[in-house]
């Protein structure tokens, strides 16, 4: 499977993916050889039911709104280079990415980037806040039946009582950051397959 992924991918087309992603060489054609196996339509695209054959998305409760974020806004499809950029999100940051030039662009698997990447699995409307009906939902994505729609509205009140400093009734991305200023994730945002 590597030898059919690195002779349908350019070197040029490596090289451009490794600087933009991060990601090895041997990730990028491990990654191509995974998409071309998803691939089912062999039309060099994903569509939504293509990752919903995913086992790992099928079981998440997330499930849905990870694989929303592969799509730009009023697409359907996904080539391999929004694939691999998507994906690069979850890529660990390497001790030597840490001290890069401050002029060049930030990577994509930044923590801020990271941290943007999850507020935008909260923010259903896309509307640059999470609502108390926003965060609801998303919970009720998470734990399904199991607490009633009063619990799951007295944790989305409280949540957004301690992360709401603006007073608007919201979360906004900054406020997002502030609350998740301790939690590791570089740890909770990796995806084993890279590895």
């Given at each position: 499977m590597g030898s059919r992924a690195s002779t349908l991918l350019r070197d040029e087309e490596i090289e451009e993916i490794k600087k933009e992603t991060g990601f090895s060489h041997s990730q990028i054609t491990r990654l191509y050889s995974r998409f071309t196996s998803l691939d089912k339509g062999e039309n060099g695209t994903l569509s939504r039911e293509d990752f919903q054959r995913i086992p790992e998305l099928a079981i998440n409760p997330l499930g849905d709104r990870i694989i929303n974020a592969f799509f730009p806004e009023g697409e359907d499809q996904v080539n391999f280079r929004g694939f691999i950029r998507t994906l690069s999100h979850f890529r660990p940051i390497e001790d030597n990415e840490k001290s890069k030039d401050a002029n060049a662009a930030e990577p994509l698997n930044s923590r801020s980037n990271k941290l943007l990447f999850a507020f935008r699995l909260?923010?259903?409307?896309?509307?640059?806040?999470?609502?108390?009906?926003?965060?609801?939902?998303?919970?009720?994505?998470?734990?399904?039946?199991?607490?009633?729609?009063?619990?799951?509205?007295?944790?989305?009140?409280?949540?957004?009582?301690?992360?709401?400093?603006?007073?608007?009734?919201?979360i906004c991305f900054s406020e997002f950051v502030k609350v998740l200023e301790k939690v590791d994730v570089e740890q909770k945002m990796s995806i084993r397959f890279l590895h």
């Open positions: 909260y923010d259903l409307d896309r509307d640059d806040k999470i609502s108390r009906d926003e965060l609801q939902q998303v919970l009720r994505m998470m734990v399904g039946a199991n607490i009633s729609d009063e619990q799951l509205g007295s944790i989305a009140d409280r949540t957004i009582q301690e992360a709401d400093v603006d007073g608007d009734g919201a």
